[in-house]
T-cell receptor, first 113, second 112 residues
């Protein structure tokens, strides 16, 4: 399976602390994206990093990509209770049936007020 | 702009029945993808439509099919429902690959 894996599966932190989640994948990719999902609802796109980029920032989010290790990390700084959600990485890769998205298993983040 | 909308939001069916789910993408978005989300398998890609043509397909049986209309609205059909088809079905639209996708709220299908 080309599905990514995320680590940790669950993370609980105090408000104000930083949260780091990692994503590993198996094949070459065109880009990697991070999404947030609140309690069984639709996903919200957070950030996209292309395969030729190493780091990207968006507000309190910082994403790194290491294609040699086939891994990415998402850092949320100064966390808030509203950041409580599941976070997924998704890789876009070319396959024999076209360009597909593969989602990771997700990290469940709980931010305690 | 209005976001991606999906109808219905909740659906209960029995084994053997068929179901059709609908997705309206963000205005101007021509790519529509469908995903199945279950606690055991996570998020799995079903298929993607672009300009009324199926452009990509995941590893799902032929009971799962879809189509896209000229206004980019898309429907997904599942025939001969099985208990294991119970899931949250998510639709996502984008302007073009490989941009980020905008997801709808999903349709929660329960098969009894």
């Amino acid at each position: 399976s080309q599905q990514g894996e995320e680590d940790p599966q669950a993370l609980s932190i105090q408000e104000g602390e930083n949260a780091t989640m990692n994503c590993s994948y198996k094949t070459s990719i065109n880009n990697l994206q991070w999404y947030r999902q609140n309690s069984g609802r639709g996903l919200v796109h957070l950030i996209l990093i292309r395969s030729n980029e190493r780091e990207k920032h968006s507000g309190r989010l910082r994403v790194t990509l290491d294609t040699s290790k086939k891994s990415s990390s998402l850092l949320i700084t100064a966390s808030r209770a509203a950041d409580t959600a599941s976070y997924f990485c998704a890789t876009a890769a070319d396959t024999n049936t076209g360009n597909q998205f593969y989602f990771g298993t997700g990290t469940s983040l709980t931010v305690i007020p | 702009k209005a976001g991606v909308t999906q109808t219905p939001r909740y659906l209960i069916k029995t084994r053997g029945q068929q179901v059709t789910l609908s997705c309206s993408p963000i205005s101007g978005h021509r790519s529509v993808s469908w995903y199945q989300q279950t606690p055991g398998q996570g998020l799995q890609f079903l298929f993607e439509y672009f300009s009324e043509t199926q452009r990509n397909k995941g590893n799902f049986p032929g009971r799962f099919s879809g189509r896209q209309f000229s206004n980019s609205r898309s429907e997904m059909n599942v025939s001969t429902l099985e208990l294991g088809d119970s899931a949250l079905y998510l639709c996502a639209s984008s302007l073009a690959r490989p941009q980020g996708q905008y997801f709808g709220p999903g349709t929660r299908l329960t098969v009894l």
